[in-house]
């Protein structure tokens, strides 16, 4: 079984639809990550977690909102979707700082029509 | 102007030549610095990081990094058609425990 998890890993919705993107991790990591990826734009940050109290918004947080509820947990909601939100969404985790690794789920394909 | 940038290529390397691949970063206070390669369809994966000034060499791959010019770049020597990927520049921003990327650089390497 993968590590970091993620929930669906493709989905189509419609614009308005309110869409919730789940991760789940087992490598017991306190820091977890939310990244859209599109092309030519390279990994960009949504939101981002150092524990279930400390949710920080990353670059291009407008329009997202997310949830810790526990370690293992981080989810991304869409409160109502947009076509320019259609990307692939990345979940993942990072161990030591320092060592700038971060452990990544397989993806989310997102399309909003 | 983006906190970490890439030539977005794509770049086009003959299999055994050495590709080179350059990022510039605009905090100068940044102190770690990684390359990721991913895969067409695939999450990225961690292939490089370095910290210090210099060369720093793991297999076919080398890291450089220039914090005075505030570039890092990647060469792989003996390059191989399965280096074909993207790959992506991060940098931990100071203080911030976040990774930001470049908007990668596409590689193909040519049999």
């Known amino acids: 079984d993968a590590d970091v998890t993620q929930t669906p890993r493709n989905r189509i919705t419609k614009t308005g639809k309110r869409i919730m993107l789940e991760c789940s991790q087992t490598?017991?990591?306190?820091?977890m990550y939310w990244y859209r990826q599109d092309p030519g734009l390279g990994l960009r940050l949504i939101y981002y977690?150092?524990?279930?109290?400390?949710?920080n918004k990353g670059e291009i947080s407008d329009g997202y909102s997310v949830s810790r509820q526990a370690q293992a947990k981080f989810s991304l909601s869409l409160e109502s979707a947009i076509p320019n939100q259609t990307a692939l969404y990345f979940c993942?985790?990072?161990?030591?700082?320092?060592?700038?690794?971060?452990?990544f789920g397989e993806g989310s394909r997102l399309t909003v029509l | 102007q983006k906190e970490v940038e890439q030539n977005s290529g794509p770049l086009s390397v003959p299999e055994g030549a050495i590709a080179s691949l350059n990022c510039t970063y605009s905090d100068r206070g940044s102190q770690s610095f990684f390359w990721y390669r991913q895969y067409s369809g695939k999450s990225p994966e961690l292939i490089m990081s370095i910290y210090s000034n210099g060369d720093k060499e793991d297999g076919r791959f080398t890291a450089q990094l220039n914090k005075a010019s505030q570039y890092v770049s990647l060469l792989i020597r003996d390059s191989q058609p399965s280096d074909s990927a993207t790959y992506l520049c991060?940098?931990?921003?100071?203080?911030?425990?976040?990774?930001?990327f470049g908007q990668g650089t596409r590689l193909t390497i040519n049999p």
């Open positions: 991060a940098v931990n921003v100071q203080g911030a425990q976040k990774l930001v």
């Open positions: 977690s150092f524990d279930v109290k400390d949710i």
């Open positions: 993942a985790t990072l161990g030591h700082p320092n060592t700038g690794e971060l452990f």
């Open positions: 490598k017991g990591h306190d820091r």
